[in-house]
C-alpha cells in the first residue's frame, strides 16, 4: 500500500527496558542495526500494526509491555534511489511512519527474535537512548532523531517515577536543525 506522494504506511517501536536503555537489532544477513518497524496492512490501524511487528520482530505480546506514548502524525524519509524498487506500482520513494514508545514489563528473557518463519533480526541489544540517532543508516536518521526528541520527555518522566533516574543527555539536547 503506496499513499498518493509515494509514500509506504510503517510503524516504527522503540523498546525501553527498566534501565532507560532502548532496544537495538541487527537486520539478518546484514551489518545495519536498527529499532523494530514494519509496514502496514490495507486493514491495519497502526496501533494494531505495531503491536504485530512487536510480536512478529521481538516476539513481545501486548501484555508484556505498556504502551507510553505516539508520535503525532507521520514521520517521513525517503529512500536513497538505490533501494527503491524500479518495478514497483505506485512507485514508493520512501516511508511514512507512526513511532510508539513501549516499556518492557517483562525480563530479557521473554524477547524471542525467531517467532517468526522470516526473522527480521538476528542479534539485539539494550542501548543508551540517544546511541540510535547517531548509529542507524543515515537516510533514517531524521526519522530517529525526531521519533527520540518526541519521546525524550515521557521516557525522561517514566524513569524519574519509576526508578528514580533519569536517562543520559546526548544528542536530544541539541536543537533540530
Request: charged share 30%; with cysteine; proline share 7%.
Amino acid at each position: 500500500m503506496i499513499d498518493f506522494d509515494g509514500y509506504r504506511p510503517n510503524v516504527g517501536i522503540v523498546l525501553l527496558n527498566a534501565q532507560g536503555q532502548v532496544f537495538w537489532a541487527r537486520r539478518v544477513r546484514r551489518d545495519g542495526w536498527q529499532f523494530p518497524q514494519g509496514g502496514m496492512h490495507t486493514d491495519e490501524t497502526p496501533d494494531e500494526a505495531m503491536y504485530r511487528e512487536l510480536y512478529e520482530e521481538t516476539g513481545l505480546r501486548a501484555e508484556q509491555v505498556e504502551l507510553l506514548g505516539c508520535t503525532h502524525g507521520w514521520l517521513r524519509y525517503r529512500l536513497p534511489h538505490r533501494y527503491r524498487r524500479r518495478d514497483e506500482r505506485p512507485p514508493c520513494v520512501g516511508q511514512k511512519q507512526v513511532w510508539f514508545l513501549l516499556r518492557l514489563l517483562d525480563d530479557d528473557s521473554a524477547l524471542k527474535l525467531d517467532v517468526h518463519e522470516t526473522p527480521e533480526f538476528d542479534l539485539w541489544r539494550w542501548v543508551d537512548f540517544w546511541y540510535p540517532a547517531e548509529h542507524v543508516v543515515a537516510f533514517k536518521r531524521g526519522v530517529y532523531e525526531r521519533a527520540l526528541r518526541h519521546f525524550a520527555p515521557l521516557v525522561e518522566t517514566a524513569c524519574r517515577v519509576t526508578l528514580g533516574l533519569s536517562p543520559p543527555r546526548g544528542p536530544a539536547a541539541r536543537t533540530p536543525g
